[in-house]
């Protein structure tokens, strides 16, 4: 692994419904954003280094997770950046297919492990993503370690609801962009944006607001989940 470096600044990104889903229950993707919305997050992604997922949205979603306007891609070449954020994912099991799109588009690609999993993952990423084991368990401030030593500046990260319940529990989170869409799933069983954990403050604590804007049918809101520095 890469020598130390200063840990990223992360961005947590979410379509949620009104009542706090990912998604519905149906086998099919529940779309919550609109195409203005997209396209927010899309230039988002153009600003990021890095861009992650947890291991079990790659297998719910089987997303890209690319910048799909060649203008900002463009722009990131001029500036002598990649064309693609570095992607990233976690896994400890290792249980990830490589059929996934996720593997076979973009630039380079990033799969962080545990050392059962990488015994998994290497022979089976061959070619496709470097494989990164940590010892007994995938920890959200290794990894954030290790993305710094890379060079990653600026991490945006795209889900699971899993995921980002950890990097908020820990503390892990710079800020957090929520796109409100209008309509309630109403179902027990659909994904919720975080699950029970023992949040920093506990719930007397409140965010602090950075912006709440209308971006069409769809309502941003910016908060700074941490502390702010004594």
Do not use: C, I
Not at 6 to 35: E, T, Y
Not at 55 to 69: F, M, S, Y
Not at 104 to 132: F, I, Q
């Amino acid at each position: 692994m890469p020598g130390p470096g200063q840990r990223p600044f992360v961005l947590l990104s979410a379509a949620v419904s009104l009542d706090g889903h990912l998604d519905d229950a149906s086998p099919d993707r529940l779309l919550l954003s609109n195409a203005a919305d997209f396209d927010r997050v899309d230039e988002e992604r153009a600003a990021a280094d890095a861009v992650l997922v947890g291991g079990n949205t790659l297998r719910a979603d089987n997303p890209r997770l690319l910048v799909n306007d060649p203008a900002r891609r463009a722009a990131r070449l001029a500036a002598g950046r990649p064309e693609y954020p570095l992607k990233v994912t976690l896994s400890a099991s290792g249980a990830l297919d490589a059929g996934l799109r996720f593997w076979h588009t973009g630039g380079a690609k990033l799969a962080y492990t545990t050392e059962a999993g990488a015994a998994v993952l290497r022979p089976r990423l061959d070619g496709l993503s470097e494989v990164v084991a940590l010892s007994g368990s995938v920890d959200l401030g290794a990894v954030l370690d290790d993305l710094g030593a890379r060079g990653v500046r600026r991490l945006m990260v795209e889900g699971g609801g899993g995921v980002h319940t950890q990097f908020l529990a820990r503390g892990l989170a710079d800020e957090l962009q929520l796109a409100v869409a209008p309509l309630l799933v109403g179902q027990a069983e659909a994904p919720r944006f975080v699950r029970p954990a023992a949040f920093p403050g506990g719930p007397g604590r409140r965010m602090r607001l950075l912006e709440a804007r209308t971006v069409g049918d769809v309502v941003l809101l910016r908060y700074a989940p941490k502390e702010p520095a004594p």
